[in-house]
């Protein structure tokens, strides 16, 4: 028997009829009470503007662009595009308006939503006038493509990445809830911003299983334990950068975590002892990562309990296939370091770009988005990092990545950011930059050099060190390498 399958904006109605009353989204505001939204509330308030929408011209395939900081408008407008069968399109607020607008010429949305008076988009305020429209659903249709991401990339050029599969599943048959171990009744908690892929992805896909999704204005470490002890969150999303800085706010140990059933991270690399430190608040078991880009190339997972046998690994393929190349795109034995190649689900990944050429492919649908790594023998992927950041200094190969978690560990250090700029004699030697800790003095580059010659060969130290007020990471943890060496020469 063929199981019933759902759009999100139909899940939205179904939920909202069997559990009018049950709360469906939290955004915790910088300032003043929370937002909170039962699902009765949600859904009709996402009937109203996707009928807003129908009547400036959305329907199935129009892109509609959501030019919003994280807030409930988001989320309803999400879920509007998705009741009209549209792709949804978000757009970060703290793009430059150069780039922002390239963007757009690349969508060409149908609609935009946006605050921003020079968009001449449909306001917040506008969103919350919509008496006018009705609150029951319009006719239902299947989003596809289901979501357009944007993306810098290694080289700093907008792009969109567009996913043009259809989001229809059974009530729990999402891919994602399967790999996330999601269950009916979730309560997830990510504090990232819903232009990245991380935090839009999983809060759509917690609604879709019948869970619920408490979101932040912004990150704030301290705030972000508050806010799991009041809203009891069973499962967390975060990336490396956020779970860094909890750790180090004031005895982290003595908050109350013990309704997080699971913590997912991802997104960036996590160095060693920030995850120790989260298997020591959590438990191993309840700290699992993924590796995976939005195309969707291929999947991996790891458990805290297997990270500790496999300490740096990323875990293995979910339902994924890894084949790791040199430089002639041939195949590198177990343990060597090459580039690599994923393929999920015995297919070609499901993605397509605009404003950029397609990534690169080899064989029967195996792609690359420019990672390195390796793969031991029991089929453990271990990343390098990626090819356009890797540094060779002196011939020798230096992971930034491996360097930025040891400094970070240093008691002053806030953040590091580590690139390779050109040198006469290595070709490129190794620049950190760092961010102090508030209050901490200045250390020394000899300091620095004695913290981090403990643990990395002397080829891998920073020749020189600068210091930063703020290193320019988006509100997804994610920094642009390349636009930080172009600055300083390239």
Not at 147 to 166: F, N, Q
Not at 190 to 204: D, E, I, M
């Amino acid at each position: 028997m063929t199981e019933e399958l759902f759009t999100p904006g139909r899940r939205l109605s179904q939920l909202a009829a069997q559990r009018p009353d049950e709360i469906a989204l939290v955004v915790e505001r910088s300032e003043g009470a929370p937002q909170v939204l039962t699902r009765l509330q949600l859904e009709q308030w996402a009937n109203r503007l996707a009928h807003r929408l129908a009547r400036a011209g959305v329907g199935p395939q129009a892109m509609v662009a959501i030019h919003l900081p994280n807030c409930a408008e988001h989320v309803v407008a999400t879920l509007a595009a998705f009741k009209l069968g549209a792709c949804p399109m978000p757009v970060s607020t703290r793009m430059p308006p150069a780039e922002r607008d390239a963007l757009l010429a690349l969508g060409q949305p149908a609609a935009i939503l946006s605050d921003d008076p020079q968009l001449a988009g449909i306001s917040r305020a506008e969103m919350q006038a919509l008496g006018d429209c009705p609150d029951t659903p319009p006719p239902d249709a299947v989003p596809q493509p289901f979501k357009a991401i944007a993306s810098g990339g290694s080289t700093g050029k907008p792009k969109l990445i567009v996913s043009p599969g259809a989001f229809q599943y059974p009530a729990m048959g999402h891919p994602f809830v399967g790999v996330l171990g999601l269950q009916d009744g979730d309560r997830l908690y990510s504090p990232g911003p819903l232009y990245h892929n991380q935090a839009f992805l999983f809060t759509q896909v917690a609604l879709f299983s019948g869970g619920s999704a408490v979101l932040n204005e912004r990150f704030d470490a301290e705030r972000c334990f508050d806010i799991i002890e009041r809203w009891r969150p069973t499962v967390l999303s975060m990336v490396p950068t956020m779970l860094l800085r909890m750790l180090r706010t004031a005895a982290p140990e003595r908050r109350d975590l013990s309704s997080v059933r699971t913590l997912w991270h991802l997104a960036a690399p996590c160095a060693d002892w920030v995850k120790r430190g989260w298997i020591a608040l959590l438990g191993a078991e309840r700290v699992n990562e993924l590796w995976a880009a939005t195309e969707i190339t291929g999947i991996t997972t790891i458990n805290g309990s297997d990270w500790l046998q496999k300490p740096g690994s990323v875990g293995r393929g979910w339902n994924t296939e890894i084949l790791v190349l040199d430089a002639d795109r041939k195949p590198l034995p177990v343990g060597e370091v090459g580039e690599l190649f994923t393929r999920f689900a015995g297919a070609p990944a499901p993605y397509r770009y605009l404003g950029a050429a397609p990534a690169e492919t080899y064989g029967e649908g195996y792609t690359s988005v420019g990672d390195l790594g390796h793969v031991d023998a029991d089929g453990y992927l271990f990343l390098a990092d990626r090819r356009v950041d890797l540094i060779i200094s002196g011939g020798a190969n230096v992971v930034p990545a491996e360097v930025e978690a040891v400094l970070t560990q240093h008691p002053a250090v806030r953040d590091a950011a580590v690139i390779g700029l050109k040198d006469e004699d290595l070709g490129r030697r190794v620049h950190a930059l760092i961010e102090l800790r508030d209050g901490e003095p200045r250390p020394s580059a000899a300091e620095l050099d004695r913290h981090a010659r403990s643990q990395l060969a002397s080829y891998k130290l920073p020749k020189d060190y600068e210091f930063v007020a703020q290193l320019p990471r988006d509100e997804a943890g994610k920094i642009r390498r390349s636009a930080l060496r172009q600055e300083r020469g390239g």
